[in-house]
């Protein structure tokens, strides 16, 4: 790569300041009608039941790939091309879901587990990502969707923030299934947690490698996937981002990020030192949300903390975490905090400004709003097209008689994540990291930033096939279990 080419490289993807959160929210919302049409397809359609990996691509990752660059500027018109379809196929019967062991008369629908919203919801935002660091080195990506330099908000921008947010959200998992964890050894806890650390943190070596050895513009951000004893309230993560910005505001840390120049160690990474803050308010506020989606109610992880700490073993034991799940109130609840922080996102943009590189209050709000709305409309949608059924009867062996027989979802219900998104679930990191060796063979290959529309698309498609194909190919087995 010769100097000057390289230097207009580095012009071409900086200075950005961004769009607007309506531009990205609407760009997003193209991933949701996709996701209708698949659903409507699956439930209308026997011969879509279960589908091939093209049809899965073209109905999937096809329009995301178009709303990135030639629709971008008009992603609602996609949108309405994706649900025009949609429509009709709603005006047809239902597919039977197959013989139920139980009587009609004595049954009520609910939606499965919450683990097929947040297979959807994690493998999007893996896929939008992947597209998106190809795709911001051609011309066909409109420049407003790239990370700013320091202020305004993107779609590029939102992808960090998403990752350390949705860490959060599966982090609660063990904490659901046993609270008692938040009580044991902290030493042994810190052991298992640099255990599961570490291969991310070659992977991000082995990133750094890679854009050092193709040259490509440097990237001052550092993700931090920070190790805290959680207090079962979203006003935590909330107050440390409090206390961030008013670090950042009064005590000079916006400042010194600003204008210090890279002269040692602290300065050379200042902005990943001074975004850890706010990474860990993000990954609070995630952690927060996984205790509301992941177990029956919104309520049962308050309950856990609750008995735990006034030491009431009886009132634990009573909680069933194989209760049927309380859709009305989880929905509720997520609409109820998607306000909130919308609420308070335009509030404080009237004095502040959205920062990814400092993670300040603004970008932490933007962030959980952005990702609780989805991750709710993922969950209406779960709801509405593959319902599950649960018995009225009472299970004779549950001598408290408050648990309720409930059908095996395998035999009534086929999952609600499509087939390709749990692929790409499965091997999320690995797929990661081969998305960005082949964006450094292609930048290596050839010069991006003056490569012609259709021929940008053509390599673009080609590239978002072959990552959902190789996510495909080992769909049936975890490459790196981490």
């Known amino acids: 790569m010769d100097n ?8 071409f993807v900086s200075g950005m300041s961004g769009s607007t959160v309506f531009h990205v929210n609407a760009i997003s919302a193209v991933a ?13 359609v026997t011969a879509f039941r279960s589908m091939p990996f093209v049809l899965e691509w073209l109905v999937l990752i096809l329009p995301m790939s178009f709303s990135l660059t030639v629709y971008a500027d008009a992603p609602g018109a996609l949108s309405a091309l994706l649900l025009a379809p949609t429509c ?7 597919i ?4 139920h062991l139980l009587s009609k008369r004595n049954e009520v629908q609910r939606s499965p587990t919450t683990r097929d919203t947040l297979t959807t919801y994690r493998a999007n935002m893996m896929l939008l990502t992947v597209f998106s660091i190809l795709a911001v080195d051609f ?14 908000v993107s779609l590029m921008d939102m992808g960090v923030g998403s990752f ?5 959200i599966v982090s609660a998992i063990p904490l659901v299934k046993d609270p008692s964890q938040l009580h044991g050894n902290v030493k042994l806890k810190l052991y298992r947690t640099i255990k599961k650390i570490l291969p991310i943190a070659l992977l991000g070596i082995v990133r750094v490698l890679l854009v050092k050895g193709t040259e490509y513009p440097p ?3 550092v993700v931090l996937h920070p190790i805290i004893k959680y207090m079962p309230i979203s006003l935590l993560g909330l107050w440390i981002g409090v206390l961030h910005q008013l670090a950042l505001s009064f005590l000079g840390l916006e400042s010194f990020l600003l204008h210090a120049p890279r002269s040692n160690i602290i300065s050379a990474n ?9 990474y860990l308010s993000l990954h609070v506020m995630g952690l927060s949300l996984g205790t509301i989606i992941l177990p029956p109610s919104p309520s049962f992880f308050r309950k856990q903390q609750l008995s735990l700490f006034e030491g009431n073993v009886q009132r634990l034991a009573k909680l069933d975490p194989s209760a049927p799940r309380q859709n009305a109130k989880t929905t509720i609840e997520l609409f109820s905090y998607a306000l909130v922080w919308w609420f308070f996102l335009a509030l404080i943009r009237h004095g502040l400004q959205v920062s990814r590189r400092m993670a300040n209050l603004p970008y932490i709000l933007w962030v959980v709003a952005y990702n609780t709305s989805f991750i709710l409309a993922f969950y209406l949608l779960e709801m509405t097209f593959f319902p599950t059924r649960i018995s009225k009867l009472k299970d004779p062996s549950d001598p408290s008689g408050k648990r309720i027989l409930q059908e095996d979802p395998t035999t009534s219900t086929p999952k609600s994540a499509p087939a390709l998104l749990e692929a790409v679930n499965k091997n999320g990191l690995v797929v990661f990291l081969a998305a960005n060796v082949a964006t450094g063979l292609i930048n290596v290959s050839i010069q991006t930033m003056y490569t012609p529309n259709v021929q940008a698309m053509c390599i673009l498609l080609g590239y978002s096939f072959g990552t959902c194909l190789f996510a495909w190919i080992f769909r049936k087995r975890r490459i790196w279990a981490i």
């Not at 996701?35 to 699956?42: G, K, M, P, V, W």
């Not at 011309?139 to 305004?152: H, I, M, N, Q, Y």
């Not at 200042?270 to 706010?278: F, M, N, R, T, V």
């Open 4 to 11: 000057d080419y390289k230097a207009s490289k580095e012009a």
């Open 270 to 278: 200042k902005e990943g030192l001074i975004s850890l803050l706010g």
């Open 164 to 168: 350390v947010f949705s860490q959060g």
């Open 32 to 44: 949701l009608a996709s996701i209708t049409l698949h659903s409507a397809l699956r439930t209308r």
């Open 96 to 99: 039977d879901g197959g013989t």
């Open 139 to 152: 011309p066909v990506f409109p420049r407003s969707l790239a990370k700013c330099e320091t202020f305004g």
């Open 219 to 221: 990237v001052a951000e």
């Open 88 to 94: 009709v196929l709603l005006l047809l019967p239902r």
